[in-house]
C-alpha cells in the first residue's frame, strides 16, 4: 500500500478563464460596467503547456478581493458557441457586492449600458440581478443578506442534502425553510 501525499493547502483561486471573442471589447465591457481593473495581458502563438500552434490573446481583470476573471480570444479556432445542452441560465459566473444599495446601484448602472437584467432575485440566504456579458457569459451579482445561524444549518445538512439527491434525483426538502422565508417576507 502506498501512501497517498496530503491534500494541497489551497489558497483561493488563481484566477478563473472563459473564452471571449474580442479581447478589447471584453476588457471595456468589464471596466466599463463592473468597473474592473485591466491588470495584465499575455499573448503567445503557441500554447506553453501543449506546444500547440495557436495564437491567442490572453486578458485578467482584477475581479475584487484577490480574484482575477480571465478571458482568451482565440482567433484561428472555430467560432465560439454555447453547450447547446446546458440552460443558459447554468453556467455563470456570480460576484459579490457589498450590500443591497450596492446591488441596485450596479443594476442601474448595467441597465444605463443597455443591458437587459433581471432581478434582483430572492434566494433566502441572498439577492442577485443577471446579465449576459458581449459574449453571452451570464453574470450575476450578489448581495449576503443570510445570518451565520442560517450558513451553519446549510453546511449540516448538505450532505444528507446531496446523498437523497443522488438516490432519488428530486429536490431533497432539507432547505425548505429558504423559500418559506422568500414567501413569508413577499407576503409580508
Same mark, same amino acid.
Given at each position: 500500500? %502506498?501512501? %497517498?501525499?496530503?491534500?494541497p493547502? *489551497?489558497?483561493?483561486?488563481?484566477?478563473?478563464a472563459?473564452?471571449c471573442?474580442?479581447?478589447?471589447?471584453?476588457?471595456?465591457?468589464? #471596466?466599463?460596467?463592473?468597473?474592473?481593473?485591466?491588470? *495584465?495581458?499575455?499573448?503567445?502563438?503557441?500554447v506553453?503547456?501543449?506546444g500547440?500552434?495557436d495564437?491567442?490573446?490572453?486578458?485578467?481583470?482584477?475581479?475584487?478581493?484577490?480574484?482575477v *476573471?480571465?478571458?482568451?480570444?482565440l482567433?484561428?479556432?472555430?467560432?465560439?458557441?454555447?453547450?447547446?445542452?446546458?440552460?443558459?441560465?447554468? #453556467?455563470?459566473?456570480?460576484?459579490?457586492?457589498?450590500?443591497?444599495?450596492?446591488?441596485?446601484?450596479?443594476k442601474?448602472?448595467?441597465?444605463?449600458?443597455?443591458?437587459?437584467?433581471?432581478?434582483p %432575485?430572492h434566494?433566502?440566504?441572498?439577492?442577485?440581478?443577471?446579465?449576459?456579458?458581449?459574449?453571452?457569459?451570464?453574470?450575476?451579482?450578489?448581495?449576503d443578506?443570510?445570518?451565520?445561524? #442560517?450558513?451553519?444549518? *446549510?453546511?449540516?445538512?448538505?450532505?444528507?442534502?446531496?446523498?437523497?439527491?443522488?438516490? %432519488?434525483?428530486?429536490?431533497?426538502?432539507?432547505?425548505?425553510w429558504?423559500?418559506?422565508?422568500?414567501?413569508?417576507?413577499r407576503?409580508?
Amino acid at each position: 500500500m %502506498t501512501d %497517498t501525499p496530503a491534500a494541497p493547502a *489551497l489558497t483561493g483561486i488563481h484566477h478563473v478563464a472563459y473564452r471571449c471573442r474580442d479581447a478589447r471589447r471584453t476588457v471595456a465591457f468589464y #471596466q466599463e460596467v463592473l468597473g474592473m481593473d485591466f491588470k *495584465l495581458a499575455i499573448a503567445e502563438d503557441n500554447v506553453p503547456s501543449t506546444g500547440e500552434p495557436d495564437p491567442y490573446m490572453h486578458v485578467f481583470l482584477d475581479a475584487g478581493g484577490g480574484n482575477v *476573471l480571465a478571458f482568451f480570444e482565440l482567433p484561428s479556432a472555430t467560432p465560439m458557441g454555447r453547450d447547446a445542452g446546458t440552460p443558459e441560465w447554468v #453556467q455563470h459566473i456570480a460576484f459579490k457586492v457589498a450590500d443591497m444599495d450596492a446591488l441596485l446601484s450596479a443594476k442601474a448602472r448595467a441597465e444605463a449600458h443597455g443591458l437587459s437584467v433581471l432581478g434582483p %432575485t430572492h434566494h433566502g440566504i441572498f439577492k442577485s440581478i443577471y446579465f449576459f456579458d458581449p459574449d453571452g457569459h451570464r453574470l450575476e451579482l450578489v448581495c449576503d443578506i443570510h445570518t451565520e445561524a #442560517q450558513l451553519d444549518e *446549510l453546511h449540516r445538512v448538505a450532505p444528507a442534502m446531496l446523498e437523497e439527491w443522488s438516490r %432519488t434525483r428530486k429536490a431533497p426538502r432539507h432547505a425548505a425553510w429558504l423559500h418559506e422565508k422568500i414567501a413569508a417576507e413577499r407576503d409580508a
